[in-house]
């Protein structure tokens, strides 16, 4: 699979045409959604193999368990996913391992999981985490839109289960340095992968004043991006945005809210600093690569479910999953996406706004 090429435009899938505004080397617009452009490192092309690594769990000492992170919404993710004993299991974000864990349970000794991420931290916590389970274990450092190399590289034809459970994990919020959260002072990071080359800070330092605007508005729906990104813009004037709680203060001072004192359930710079994530991360146009990929890898009768947690990734996924079934290459399961019960929201507060759809790759021999 090659990795797109620096000035392309795509189009996200269904969503409507619109030209990038603005013309810098650092972006390009996937339909509506806004990404580095020409930025992603070559390395993480498969031919480079040498800067991934490939985990075989084997510490059968290990303590196991997910380390803290709950997964979300994982009754409703078995049910529907149905992972059997001797399945061929493939969690392209394994993050703690906690839906891996699962997984495992289910498929038993015969069975074999397949655990990707784009994050090496995160391998490493799932590594002990899943040192326990019974079946084969293989942990990858990748970016799912590169699953088909990944499934290659194992000589693995077919998954009769996937799993993508989007965005972050609450380890990655938590641990301040990475730069993901308002909530600590850092370096303004966000990648989910050391390797990449444009981090936050280089968008927010370097994007004119209509890209900011666009990544803001395009990306999370920010409906001040213009007025956050008009305040970016003037305070680079003085200096340079490079931390997290520089940049938060100058949405709550564009804004003009305390955050202290909330007018509203959300901290002002939330949606400024999803959209600067999913930028740095290129998260919509991975998904696009990664659901292209799955009836491919997908065997006839498996099951591919997404977990998204936010508007523009459900409607990518909506989206692609009823062009394949009008294909006929699925059979949708979730004519609705499944959402947490009230007391899973109440207990886990990330799964307030998780929603899970699930395809099944049709056989052939169905008749719907
Ligand atoms: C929400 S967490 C997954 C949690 C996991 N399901 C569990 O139960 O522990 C999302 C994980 O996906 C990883 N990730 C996000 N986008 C990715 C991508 N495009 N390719 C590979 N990994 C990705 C993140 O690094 C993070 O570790």
Request: proline fraction near 5%; charge should be neutral.
């Amino acid at each position: 699979m090659s990795l797109r090429a620096a000035g392309t435009l795509r189009l996200a899938s269904g969503v409507k045409s619109s030209p990038p505004e603005g013309n810098n080397s650092l972006l390009e617009s996937y339909g509506k959604v806004w990404c580095p452009s020409g930025e992603y490192p070559r390395e993480l092309n498969f031919a480079a193999r040498s800067r991934w690594y490939i985990g075989r769990v084997m510490d059968e000492n290990s303590q196991g368990g997910s380390l803290g992170h709950t997964p979300v919404l994982l009754d409703e993710v078995l049910d529907r996913l149905d992972p059997r004993p001797g399945d061929v299991v493939l969690d392209a974000t394994v993050g703690a391992g906690g839906h891996s864990r699962a997984f495992a349970e289910r498929i038993g000794a015969a069975g074999r999981l397949i655990g990707l991420d784009a994050d090496p931290t995160a391998l490493e916590i799932a590594r002990a985490a899943l040192a326990d389970i019974a079946p084969k274990v293989d942990l990858i450092h990748a970016n799912f839109s590169e699953v088909e190399e990944a499934l290659s590289t194992l000589g693995i034809p077919g998954v009769a289960v996937v799993l993508a459970d989007l965005g972050v994990s609450s380890m990655q919020l938590d641990a301040g340095e990475r730069g993901f959260s308002f909530r600590f002072d850092a370096p303004l990071d966000m990648r989910m992968d050391p390797r990449l080359r444009v981090t936050a800070s280089d968008l927010v330092n370097r994007l004119s004043e209509k890209e900011l605007g666009n990544v803001l508005y395009y990306n999370a729906q920010e409906h001040d991006a213009r007025r956050i990104a008009s305040a970016i813009y003037e305070h680079r004037r003085s200096g340079r945005i490079t931390t997290t709680a520089r940049l938060a203060e100058v949405v709550c001072r564009a804004l003009h809210v305390n955050p202290d004192s909330r007018r509203s359930k959300i901290h002002p710079a939330t949606r400024t600093f999803l959209a600067l994530r999913m930028a740095v991360n290129q998260e919509v146009a991975s998904l696009e690569r990664f659901l292209d990929a799955a009836p491919k890898f997908l065997q006839p009768g498996g099951r591919i479910g997404v977990i998204s947690f936010h508007s523009v990734e459900d409607k990518v996924v909506k989206l692609d999953f009823r062009k394949r079934a009008n294909e006929g290459l699925y059979k949708i399961v979730t004519k609705k996406p499944i959402v947490a019960s009230d007391m899973e929201r109440d207990s886990n507060p990330r799964s307030r706004s998780a929603k899970l759809r699930v395809a099944i790759r049709a056989t052939g021999d169905d008749t719907e």
